[in-house]
């Protein structure tokens, strides 16, 4: 029989492997852009917390600061991708 530890770990595992806000890449990162406002000044903010995954590996995205072009979050360029693919 499997510990009450052992099921917590396994559960949590369960719960980030299918979050259904995390975007697998392909090759570029797509982003959903209804979960970014375009502010006025050009730089992208995230309305809501995300995940998505970069060559880097799985970056979380938090509403906070916004993104300006050419700024590297995760190793991508968020208000770039956004600029390509919501504009």
């Known amino acids: 029989m499997l510990s009450r ?3 917590s770990g396994f ?3 369960m719960l980030v492997a299918s979050s259904a806000h995390a975007q697998q890449p ?3 990162a797509e982003l959903d852009c209804s979960r970014f406002t375009h502010n006025p000044d050009g730089s992208w903010s995230v309305k809501q917390p995300l995940e998505l995954f970069s060559e880097i590996g799985r970056v979380r995205i938090l509403p906070g600061p916004p993104f300006k072009p ?3 979050f ?3 360029d968020i208000a770039g991708l956004l600029d390509q693919q919501c504009r």
Do not use: E, I, N, P
Request: without cysteine; glycine residues 26%.
């Open 5 to 7: 530890s052992t099921l």
């Open 11 to 13: 559960y949590a595992l």
């Open 26 to 28: 392909t090759g570029q």
């Open 70 to 72: 050419g700024m590297s």
């Open 74 to 76: 995760g190793g991508l």
